[in-house]
């Protein structure tokens, strides 16, 4: 077995100041190994590129902000290399918050093993860190817990969902275990393209928030019963502007806020009435929180993944060196599409 192995990682270097910059990161050579006892290194296929870290680069956030020189987190998926536990052996296909690198060393437990048997047919391997990953569960709970009339009771069946940032794979998850609960989707995006993906993949209207007509207006016309479900992605104006579509008793769960991470203060909400007059309900949404229900909530999607029932999009983007770049096309106005992944090598 071999004792060490030359890796690469990015590493923060100086906190961003709007989007993020090629300075703010650096790119450097270490040795990993030999294996700490109880421990393994893998070797990582493919890391995922997550909107959501952009404000833990900045300060606190769902979770403490990352230190300068802190490795760049990401879950990632790969193949132990070496192993000094036994509970891994290598040629182990496994799955863990490895960070933006090429190869991680960690303690076995933070290593989840994978069934390389699960993932055939429309399910494959990076699946593991999109659609049922962090992302899928955060569809999955959100609407489904979050947005019941009870919460974590059953969905009442003919409501309308409105869903930000639809084309991503939240929005895109929601919209479709949506529809699989008899629910009405709608979804916002921005671009034809992505609005024409989301109607062939279920959803009854899409909203393309680029057009010229306001965006109440488009959402009005598009949810003409009105709004009793937004899970939103997006934050700032049209969070705003969901909140006065919103029907009496409606549920608001935010899971994120792009156009929120790089203002240096941001704009937050004004339609705070309507909170009283249509007892509306809006919870923030932490998917760790569910951490012990994912694997229930994992075989029920693979089911519906291959019964054709689910779809998803990924972006595959080669080479770890262009990790840093990936990130900030997702908050450019760049066309990003779906689970944004980097393939290591």
Same mark, same amino acid.
């Given at each position: 077995m071999t004792d060490s192995f030359s890796a690469r990682r990015w590493t923060l270097q100086q906190r961003p100041d709007g989007i993020p910059t090629p300075d703010c990161f650096m790119l450097e050579d270490v040795t990993l190994g030999p294996v700490q006892d109880g421990w393994a290194i893998a070797e990582m296929s493919h890391i995922s590129i997550d909107p959501g870290m952009r404000s833990r680069l900045s300060g606190d956030s769902y979770a403490a902000v990352m230190a300068i020189g802190d490795t760049v987190e990401s879950a990632g998926i790969g193949t132990i290399v070496a192993s000094a536990s036994d509970k891994l052996a290598v040629g182990d296909l496994v799955m863990t918050g490895s960070g933006w690198v090429s190869h991680a060393h960690l303690p076995a437990k933070a290593f989840v093993k994978l069934d390389p048997a699960l993932f055939q047919g429309p399910l494959t391997q990076t699946a593991a860190i999109g659609i049922l990953g962090i992302p899928g569960m955060t569809a999955y709970f959100g609407l489904l817990d979050l947005g019941a009339p009870?919460?974590?009771?059953?969905?009442?069946?003919?409501? /309308?969902?409105?869903?930000?940032?639809?084309?991503? /794979?939240?929005?895109?998850? /929601?919209?479709q275990i949506a529809k699989l609960k008899g629910l009405r989707a709608v979804g916002i995006a921005g671009s034809k393209e992505k609005c024409d993906w989301l109607l062939e993949i279920g959803f009854d209207a899409a909203i393309n928030y680029k057009d010229a007509a306001p965006l109440k207006e488009q959402i009005k016309a598009a949810c003409p019963d009105?709004?009793?479900?937004?899970?939103?992605?997006?934050?700032?104006?049209?969070?705003?502007?969901?909140?006065?579509?919103?029907?009496?008793?409606?549920?608001?769960?935010?899971?994120?806020?792009?156009?929120?991470?790089?203002r240096a203060q941001p704009v937050g909400i004004r339609n705070t009435l309507d909170f009283i007059s249509k007892r509306l309900r809006m919870e923030g949404l932490v998917v760790f929180d569910y951490a012990r229900a994912f694997p229930k909530a994992q075989m029920e999607m693979a089911g519906w993944i291959m019964a054709g029932d689910l779809v998803y999009r990924e972006e595959i983007i080669d080479g770890l060196e262009n990790a840093p770049a990936a990130f900030a096309a997702l908050f450019d106005g760049s066309p990003v599409f779906g689970r944004r992944i980097v393939k290591v090598k």
């Open positions: 009870d919460k974590g009771g059953d969905m009442k069946a003919g409501e /309308t969902v409105l869903v930000s940032s639809a084309a991503g /794979t939240v929005g895109a998850t /929601t919209g009105g709004v009793d479900i937004y899970l939103d992605n997006v934050g700032g104006e049209m969070l705003d502007t969901a909140i006065s579509c919103m029907n009496q008793n409606g549920r608001l769960i935010i899971s994120g806020a792009v156009s929120e991470y790089n």
